[in-house]
Structure formats: C-alpha cells, structure tokens
C-alpha cells in the first residue's frame, strides 16, 4: 500500500514467481484486497477481494479478519493502522522495511519485539533483509514468501 505505481505489481510478479518457482499455486496464496472505486486494473496474480466499504481506512478492520499473515510496503496512516491492528490480535506481519514509510516504522517496531512478534520459528537475520535498501521488489518478495512459508509451517499433504 502507499507506494509508487508500479512497486507493488513487481512485489506480486516477484512472489507469483518465487511460488511458481517452489511449484505453490499462486491463486492460492495471494490475494489481492481493493476497496469498491479502487479496482486494481493490472492485477494478474492471485485471488481479489472486494471489501464491502469504500475505502481502505474503513476496511482495514474487515481485512484483518480475513488476514493471517501481512506484507506490509511503504504507505502511511492506513498501513501503520493495518500493522498496529494486526499486531494486537497476534496475527504477524512483515513490513519491508527498504520501501520506507509507515512500514519502515512498523518494521522497528517488529524488530524492538522480535522475539514476541515471531517466537522460534522466523530467522532474525533474514527477517533483517527486508531493510536492505538494495533489494528490488522482486527480491523482497522472494524474502517475503520465505518469511510467510516459515510461519505458516510446513504444507498440508495432498492425497
């Protein structure tokens, strides 16, 4: 959220492609969250949603019900709303911290609570990747769906 055009379809190319890559399927895995007027016009990858009110302010409570996990990129007053919000009902998130704004913020604020934030299961160097300045999207994401498989465990056996 927040940031320029462009930035977050290369974040949703570069994860569709890591989850690809690890033979996931992408429709599974990503969704992509709008409010009414703000249909995302060259999304590709991943499930959409259509939240029931008419902007993210007022639907960041309705997406973090249908949220388990977060990735938060640049943005301000709304996505530090998100990151708070979701940090209080113990769901986890993962700002990328090299994209700056609030997920900067949120990303410190991670960090000062790591061990609370994420217990045994994320790596704190690798988590500490997000805040390479050097990494493009694609690369971010690649992180980003690595810290995500870490968290949600291994996948469930298909029969």
Known sequence: TGIARGVDSMFAKG?????IASGKRVRDSLTCYYAGREYPRDHEHGRMI?????????GVPELITDSDIAVLIGGQKNTMYLGVLMMLEGKPIIPV?????????????????????????VDREMF??????SLD??????VCVHLITLLRGPAPAVA
Do not use: C, I, W
């Not at 994860?15 to 989850?19: G, K, M, S």
């Not at 259509?50 to 007022?58: L, V």
């Not at 999207?137 to 690649?142: D, I, L, N, T």
């Open 97 to 121: 911290a090299s994209s700056g704004g609030a997920a900067a913020d949120l990303y410190n604020l991670v960090m000062s609570r790591f061990e609370k934030s994420f217990s045994v299961h």
């Open 15 to 19: 994860a569709a492609d890591t989850l």
């Open 128 to 133: 500490a990747e997000l805040a390479d300045v």
């Open 50 to 58: 259509e939240s029931r009110y008419s902007s993210r302010s007022q």
């Open 137 to 142: 999207p694609a690369e971010a994401a690649s």
